[in-house]
């Protein structure tokens, strides 16, 4: 049996399943690795538009902005006010974690307002059908809405100081914009940076405000440390790891059982699995707990070199600039505020009801019925246990898509633009449904995609976070937004024949659950199949082998 790295020309010619064995080892070995122009392009866009945007807001408050003085203003209330503030519109307006040629948007490189402020656009609203707020495509209200919350944004970070009053306007819109559109809402990182800004609005510079912003990062430290509480999370790591630009080359094929023939998460992957998996609850647990200054500087340094090594390491999606935040408030919130009291937010019993919904309730029933709650609002970052969908398009028929108004292509018809290597198109292509099989969510396929398509090279496969992306400008892991409400969507407006496309949907697998439920469903026909595959039949399965289970 050759070795890889195998021909993309010799893997593109291969029947689908071999396909993937031969791309997946191909992945393995390193073929695969983000250049580093890559990276340093999306270096400079954090240190640039992120972090010197976030500057140059400040310096409306202090009517300059002197690097040379970063110390004298980066921890002040304001500073952090303004920094909450801008990553709410820096992820709206699709700066933030959809952004990219990592995300599949090699151009235009964003969604988001390209998309938000586009009459005729996609978009999935929360109530379908309702009139004025459930319809299918965006017309003038969303638009108005959506330019009206950019400019309450725009208008708040120029103010000398961020009171409630200009924060009202934000958080209304933020919500309303969310009913209209449930992909705006999510879009913005709502369940991090609006229910900060719900705080901030309520409490003002009132002294509990604090505290109740150490409250919402305690409870994503907490969450995030949860929901990876199970087998998925070491498959992640033997990804995220072969894929990251500093981790040791000469350690890389240790995170396979036997490269090149077993590319399961080996016994030092799952170490390192479980490893960050205690770091990562130990964060909120030692600043709560902390006995001393001294034990929490040690707290938010653990923190600190946590959040760095997962940002220097590629996660999927490219959340760096939340990472950035979340280290920026831990070390504002405690690093220079030790002397806040959560137990002073007992003064203000609607905020406090308001915290333990979003930070306890919702994710709490997001991780037991994973199906009902966004991954976003269930704050289960990257455990590699999210919905996720596989749209499947017989023959050309993806071409039907053109009917929407969008303001990208699929990444297909982007490659063929950009890319004029017809091998390096194919690379890039096959690489998606390689990526998807890695993990150990992919698994299910197995099963589900035999119900889908007999023949999978009759079908151009797409996964749903390359379609959201195209479809209705925002993907970050949320299978939920491109699954059955999405495809109906689409089918109203492109009217696919029976048998053209197909979407394969995976549900993550509950906390305390055992099985991962997928159905299949049919753009004309509706629900084809559906059923659940067991966890613990999935660890014996390698990426590729797509039999059916049993």
């Known amino acids: 049996m050759s070795l890889p790295p195998h021909s993309i020309a010799e893997a593109h010619a291969a029947p689908f399943p071999e396909r993937m064995r031969l791309t997946c080892r191909n992945w393995a070995a390193g073929e695969h690795a983000t250049p580093m122009g890559v990276i340093i392009f999306y270096w400079v866009k954090y240190a640039l538009l992120y972090i010197g945007g976030w500057a140059l807001w400040v310096g409306f408050s202090r009517g300059e902005t002197p690097l040379s003085a970063v110390s004298e203003w980066a921890f002040t209330p304001d500073a952090f006010r303004k920094a909450v503030l801008w990553s709410l519109l820096y992820e709206s307006l699709g700066f933030g974690g959809s952004f990219g040629p990592m995300n599949a948007r090699l151009w235009p490189p964003m969604g988001g307002a390209l998309y938000f402020l586009r009459p005729g656009s996609t978009k999935l609203p929360l109530f379908p059908g309702v009139p004025v707020i459930g319809a299918d495509t965006r017309g003038p209200l969303?638009?108005?809405?959506?330019?009206?919350?950019?400019?309450?944004?725009?208008?708040?970070?120029?103010?000398?100081?961020?009171?409630?009053?200009?924060?009202?306007?934000?958080?209304?819109?933020?919500?309303?914009?969310?009913?209209?559109?449930?992909?705006?809402?999510?879009?913005?990182?709502?369940?991090?940076?609006?229910?900060?800004?719900?705080?901030?609005?309520?409490?003002?510079?009132?002294?509990?405000?604090?505290?109740?912003?150490?409250?919402?990062?305690?409870?994503?430290?907490?969450?995030?440390?949860?929901?990876?509480?199970?087998?998925?999370?070491?498959?992640?790591?033997?990804?995220?790891?072969?894929?990251?630009?500093?981790?040791?080359?000469?350690?890389?094929?240790?995170?396979?059982?036997?490269?090149?023939?077993?590319?399961?998460?080996?016994?030092?992957?799952?170490?390192?699995?479980?490893?960050?998996?205690?770091?990562?609850?130990?964060?909120?647990?030692?600043?709560?707990?902390?006995?001393?200054?001294?034990?929490?500087?040690?707290?938010?340094?653990?923190?600190?070199?946590?959040?760095?090594?997962?940002?220097?390491?590629?996660?999927?999606?490219?959340?760096?600039?939340?990472?950035?935040?979340?280290?920026?408030?831990?070390?504002?919130?405690?690093?220079?505020?030790?002397?806040?009291?959560?137990?002073?937010?007992?003064?203000?019993?609607?905020?406090?009801?308001?915290?333990?919904?979003?930070?306890?309730?919702?994710?709490?029933?997001?991780?037991?019925?994973?199906?009902?709650?966004?991954?976003?609002?269930?704050?289960?970052?990257?455990?590699?246990?999210?919905?996720?969908?596989?749209?499947?398009?017989?023959?050309?028929?993806?071409?039907?898509?053109?009917?929407?108004?969008?303001?990208?292509?699929?990444?297909?018809?982007?490659?063929?633009?950009?890319?004029?290597?017809?091998?390096?198109?194919?690379?890039?292509?096959?690489?998606?449904?390689?990526?998807?099989?890695?993990?150990?969510?992919?698994?299910?396929?197995?099963?589900?995609?035999?119900?889908?398509?007999?023949?999978?090279?009759?079908?151009?496969?797409?996964?749903g976070e390359v379609i959201g992306g195209a479809i209705i400008g925002w993907n970050f892991g949320d299978g939920h937004l491109n699954g059955a409400q999405l495809l109906a969507n689409v089918q109203r407006q492109c009217g696919f024949d029976s048998g053209e496309l197909r979407v394969v949907s995976i549900e993550g697998q509950p906390l305390f659950g055992s099985s991962m439920a997928w159905q299949v469903h049919d753009a004309r026909d509706g629900l084809v199949a559906e059923g659940e595959t067991a966890v613990a039949a999935m660890h014996e399965r390698q990426p590729w082998d797509l039999r059916p289970a049993g």
Not at 283 to 301: D, H, W, Y
Not at 361 to 374: K, L, T
Not at 398 to 408: F, H, I, P, V
Not at 415 to 439: G, Q, S, Y
């Open 142 to 463: 969303d638009v108005l809405l959506y330019a009206g919350f950019m400019g309450a944004c725009i208008w708040a970070l120029m103010a000398p100081t961020v009171t409630p009053a200009l924060l009202l306007p934000v958080v209304v819109l933020t919500a309303a914009l969310g009913v209209l559109d449930k992909t705006t809402f999510l879009a913005a990182r709502s369940e991090h940076f609006f229910t900060a800004l719900v705080c901030l609005t309520v409490l003002g510079a009132s002294e509990p405000w604090v505290a109740a912003c150490q409250c919402v990062w305690l409870g994503i430290w907490l969450w995030a440390g949860v929901s990876k509480l199970n087998h998925h999370f070491p498959s992640v790591i033997m990804v995220m790891m072969n894929n990251g630009p500093f981790f040791p080359r000469a350690l890389k094929r240790r995170l396979f059982r036997s490269f090149p023939d077993d590319l399961r998460p080996s016994s030092f992957a799952v170490g390192m699995a479980r490893m960050g998996t205690v770091t990562e609850m130990s964060i909120p647990l030692l600043l709560v707990l902390s006995p001393s200054p001294e034990v929490t500087f040690v707290a938010l340094c653990v923190m600190t070199v946590f959040h760095g090594y997962i940002a220097l390491n590629n996660p999927s999606g490219m959340p760096i600039e939340w990472n950035i935040a979340m280290v920026y408030g831990g070390w504002f919130l405690f690093g220079m505020n030790p002397d806040a009291s959560i137990a002073a937010l007992l003064a203000h019993p609607v905020l406090l009801a308001f915290l333990v919904v979003v930070m306890l309730v919702i994710p709490a029933y997001g991780n037991v019925v994973p199906s009902r709650v966004s991954f976003l609002l269930a704050m289960r970052y990257y455990a590699g246990n999210w919905a996720y969908t596989i749209w499947l398009f017989r023959g050309d028929s993806a071409q039907k898509l053109q009917k929407l108004k969008k303001a990208s292509g699929t990444l297909r018809e982007q490659l063929e633009k950009l890319v004029p290597d017809e091998n390096e198109r194919h690379k890039t292509l096959m690489m998606t449904p390689a990526h998807r099989f890695l993990h150990l969510e992919g698994r299910p396929l197995h099963d589900a995609l035999p119900h889908a398509a007999p023949n999978l090279d009759e079908y151009e496969w797409m996964d």
